[in-house]
């Protein structure tokens, strides 16, 4: 049988830029079938998700994460093509290595051995993998998950295969994620010739207090396991081109990375209440991308503690650093959810890749936390 370089190769072979999943998950469901999984392909929109659970009663231990990788950018950069998978060394190379088809193929390798093993299986494992994580994540996972809610299929601990390593395998696990809060602001002005401003009302100029105010606010503290709340600006832009020109409206896109300290809402009306402050005439659209979570010590989160240690001799670090992920989808529910895969160092990147011998480890590690947890 395929083991998880083999798997891993294979995934990275199928150039499933996102959402495009170029076959993955029917090569995944094909692997877990004979295993005793039952199938199911949910497809929403332009997105392909599967199901695959293995046993009905509970607890119930997902496996979840995503077939769908950034686009290369120049190939003619990499050293080896993005979806030829090459090995050099001890090295894996191919975009999708390390974010996260070989975290799919450890998952994949780690339950055939238990279930091979002949252990019996207490409660369920599961299986949700979405091609729509690098996405608008829109029709991915926060749509399996509504289905399952809407049968009430409860998902008690989850592992996310997203790289949470830094400098080696299983260094850092992330136990949960800030919340992300988008706005689109236009600001209304009235164009007009820059010699006669007393005709016009520059936008720029009445943005210009607010600006401040909005990147002096204190948010909030942060706790324990979040840093203080992030107001950061993404784009600003205005204008016709024209030197002589004053603009009738000037666009702002920002974002906040929020911790659990803050609700969105709360987030909303203390940046309103700033703008209404200054009297300005404008437009806000609100994107909410994520809640925050938090997963506190638990079984799931020993369970991979005692599984590092075990395999890495090492002792694992909770994080909540870094961008969104799926977890945020799942974590509502009520389930215990955790972050563990490769080392990062390559993601999103040229070149992307992920250690041979770390491909192993992880395999393990995912198989002893499988055995803590269902048997």
């Not at 509970?58 to 990499?78: C, I, N, R």
Request: proline share 6%; hydrophobic share 35%.
């Amino acid at each position: 049988m395929p083991n998880t370089l083999d798997l891993a190769k294979e995934l990275i072979s199928r150039p499933s830029v996102t959402p495009d999943d170029q076959g993955c998950q029917q090569l995944i469901a094909d692997y877990l079938q004979p295993l005793g999984f039952n199938i199911e392909h949910m497809r929403f929109g332009e997105v392909d998700n599967l199901w695959a659970r293995y046993g009905n009663e509970g607890p119930l231990f997902v496996f979840a994460g995503h077939t769908d990788v950034v686009p290369t950018g120049p190939e003619e950069k990499w050293t080896f093509p993005p979806f030829k998978p090459t090995i050099a060394g001890n090295t894996l190379y191919g975009r999708g290595s390390a974010d996260m088809k070989s975290s799919i193929a450890a998952m994949m390798v780690a339950c055939k051995a238990l279930l091979s093993s002949g252990t019996p299986v207490k409660g369920s494992i599961g299986f949700l993998i979405t091609s729509d994580e690098e996405g608008p994540a829109t029709d991915g996972t926060v749509r399996v998950i509504e289905t399952l809610e809407a049968r009430n299929e409860k998902i008690n601990w989850c592992l996310v295969g997203e790289p949470s390593s830094s400098k080696n395998i299983g260094d850092i696990i992330k136990n949960g994620r800030r919340g992300s809060i988008s706005g689109k602001l236009i600001i209304h002005g009235h164009q007009g010739h820059i010699a006669y401003p007393h005709l016009a009302d520059n936008p720029i100029h009445k943005f210009a207090p607010v600006l401040n105010e909005l990147v002096s606010e204190h948010w909030d503290h942060g706790n324990d396991f979040f840093p203080p709340t992030s107001f950061q600006i993404s784009n600003i832009n205005a204008g016709t081109g024209a030197t002589n020109v004053i603009p009738g409206e000037l666009e702002v896109q920002f974002n906040l990375r929020f911790s659990t300290e803050l609700k969105h809402t709360e987030i909303q009306t203390r940046i309103e209440s700033i703008l209404n402050k200054y009297k300005l005439e404008y437009t806000l659209d609100w994107s909410l991308s994520g809640q925050p979570f938090l997963t506190p010590d638990g079984n799931l989160i020993s369970a991979a503690r005692r599984a590092i240690k075990n395999i890495c001799g090492i002792q694992t670090e909770l994080s909540t650093s870094g961008g969104t992920s799926d977890g945020r989808f799942i974590a509502p529910t009520g389930a215990q959810v955790v972050e563990l895969g490769p080392i990062n160092e390559s993601i999103h990147k040229i070149d992307e890749n992920v250690s041979i011998t770390d491909l192993e480890k992880l395999t393990k590690i995912y198989k002893r936390i499988l055995i803590e947890l269902v048997t």
